[in-house]
């Protein structure tokens, strides 16, 4: 399966420690959470027993993933974004789509991937705290545009 080929981003490179972000018992309630961890703008989501954590923002057009709801699609998790309803596994970061054989009358709809197009993150758990660790591979993902600068949303004291 091809995830789609990033370009490499040698900012990407640096080992991120582990930053605590919250206490499990508290987004078992809320099933996810936000949090700024080196900078950098993640949401973690609970969900069916799992956590996920990425880019806080949607690749496609910087859209707020963490007010998307969580719905299955081919049988994977996804965040779907609230404003264009792109669809982002939360497992991989890969944007689904439905696609039919416009040359098959009868054809069904099929889901396929773009490849990879939000920066995941690892979430951890030790002792009912939660941390992320940035991811730190040396590609470039669509997500990566709308991780910095002007387009923050958790609003911290100045």
Known sequence: MDLGSPEQDPEMKEEYPSVYVGREEDIKKSERMTAVVHDREVVIFYHKGEYHAM??????????????????????????????????????????????????????????SKGIKQRIHTVTVDNGKIYVTLSNEPVKYDSDFYATGNFKVIKTPS
Do not use: M
Request: net charge neutral; hydrophobic share 30%; charged share 25%.
């Open 55 to 112: 880019d806080i923002r949607c690749y496609h057009s910087g859209g707020p993933l963490h007010l998307g709801e969580i719905e299955d699609f081919d049988g994977r998790p996804c965040v779907v974004c609230p404003w264009h309803k792109f669809k982002i596994t939360l497992a991989t970061g890969e944007g689904l789509y439905q696609s039919i054989n416009p040359k098959d009358p009868s054809a069904k709809p099929k889901w396929c």
